[in-house]
């Protein structure tokens, strides 16, 4: 189940809504910057509807228990993700709960897009 989330995010969730996807649709494609986040929200909307429905089985906790593992190790970027493109989460309650537990910790602080060397 862990596995099979994990690979959903970064096999279905994560192309579409790749930074260099989107610029390609504006730069290559034309397409306007409302319909270009109209889109990017469409698919991250089928994405995160899926995750959270895998997510039932893990019954609040983390994928290993009381530690992340590879599964969040996806998903918090995602997340991040959809949060700068103002996308609602208010249908994910286990994925925004499990980012609650997961964005105070040092590792995923670390690994945050803003505190990386080429951030801009």
Not at 45 to 64: I, T
Not at 92 to 108: D, H, Q, S, T
């Amino acid at each position: 189940q862990v596995r099979a989330l994990a690979l959903h995010i970064a096999c279905d969730v994560h192309p579409l809504n790749n930074l260099r996807v989107l610029q390609y649709l504006s730069s290559e494609l034309g397409v306007a910057d409302e319909a270009k986040n109209t889109w990017y929200r469409h698919w991250v909307a089928l994405g995160l509807a899926a995750v959270e429905e895998g997510l039932a089985v893990f019954d609040g906790r983390l994928s290993l228990g009381e530690r992340p593992g590879y599964l969040e190790a996806c998903l918090i970027p995602q997340l991040y993700n959809a949060r700068r493109f103002n996308c609602d989460l208010a249908a994910y309650p286990r994925i925004v709960a499990m980012a609650a537990r997961c964005e105070p910790l040092e590792a995923f602080q670390l690994a945050a897009p803003e505190v990386q060397a080429d951030a801009q």
